[in-house]
């Protein structure tokens, strides 16, 4: 796992930005070390991982407000602007882009010839495919014969 990955981590349990985590340097090698949560958590108890203080310059209506909405307050469909689609989940571009990172690398490896290259891709442009990994299930469910390695390496493109 690289110090970005650690962070990213880290940023999640302590429950703040990704930017406001730091790394002691002489944890660094640790810290490069960190394969599971388990371990960035070891490195947090331990003090080598740790997060800025929260600042705190909020007006007194905002805190107010941030009060109110911690109870569930001003959260309901009025305030809401957007389809449930259209609010948090992972855009489109990204997930094609990815799909497509992995259509092109099987391409590139002679997996796949130019026909199913671009009957997958005309799928993965009609949005037919959730996640990475219901593409690469697609293909291997039309008789592609994908290997562990290069499943490994579709996984992390």
């Known amino acids: 796992m690289s110090v970005k990955l650690t962070k990213r981590t880290a940023a999640d349990m302590l429950k703040r930005g990704v930017s406001s985590v ?12 960190a394969i599971t949560r388990e371990d ?3 490195l947090i108890k331990s003090g080598k991982v740790y997060a800025l203080k929260e600042k705190n310059n909020l007006s007194v209506y905002s805190k107010i407000l941030k009060e109110k909405r911690a109870k569930g307050r001003r959260r309901g469909k009025g305030r809401k602007k957007g389809t449930r689609k259209a609010r948090g989940t992972m855009t489109y571009q990204k997930k094609v882009r990815a799909q497509r990172r992995i259509l092109a690398e099987l391409k590139e ?3 796949i010839n130019n026909e199913m290259f671009k009957k997958f891709y005309a799928l993965v442009k009609g949005g037919s495919f959730q996640t990475k990994m219901t593409l690469i299930n ?7 014969s994908i290997t562990d390695e290069q499943m490994d390496k579709l996984k992390h493109i």
């Open 22 to 33: 730091r790394i002691k340097p002489d944890a660094l090698e640790d810290a490069k070390k």
């Open 40 to 42: 960035v958590r070891a």
């Open 109 to 111: 490896e002679k997996v």
């Open 138 to 144: 697609h293909i291997k469910g039309r008789g592609v």
